[in-house]
Nanobody
Framework: QLQLVESGGGLVQPGGSLRLSCTAS????????IGWFRQAPGKEREGVSS????????YYTDSVKGRFTISRDHAKNTAYLQMNNPKPEAPAVYYC?????????????????????WGQGTQVTVSL
């Protein structure tokens, strides 16, 4: 059974950078689209970014475009979310998720029901 583990969360200052990792065990991520989601206290979980399994097409929510970068390394069975210049906001738990044989598009990449597997999450706090 494929399992996902996030790492790299922590405290980051506005204007700084942080890289989250999502490492899979028990199988390969090669045939999965990967998504990053986040949830702040009292708010619904929302999509942040997604990357396709094949050609590496990426998707971002508008609020992070130009600042966050999603990527994946098949050799390391790991996906990443590079967060540059994060905005100060409420702490959020960032989750990675995987969707087998899912081809994300502009209007589907953020649909959480498309994702079969979820990690436990990693906390990110943006604060001075």
């Amino acid at each position: 059974q494929l399992q996902l583990v996030e790492s790299g969360g922590g405290l980051v200052q506005p204007g700084g950078s942080l890289r989250l990792s999502c490492t899979a065990s028990g199988g390969t991520l090669r045939f999965y689209a990967i998504g990053w989601f986040r949830q702040a206290p009292g708010k619904e979980r929302e999509g942040v970014s997604s990357i396709s399994m094949s050609d590496g097409t990426t998707y971002y929510t508008d609020s992070v475009k130009g600042r966050f970068t999603i990527s994946r390394d098949h050799a390391k069975n790991t996906a990443y979310l590079q967060m540059n210049n994060p905005k100060p906001e409420a702490p959020a738990v960032y989750y990675c998720a995987a969707a087998e044989y899912f081809a994300p598009h502009d209007n589907t990449w953020h649909v959480q029901d498309e994702y079969d597997l979820w990690g436990q999450g990693t906390q990110v706090t943006v604060s001075l």
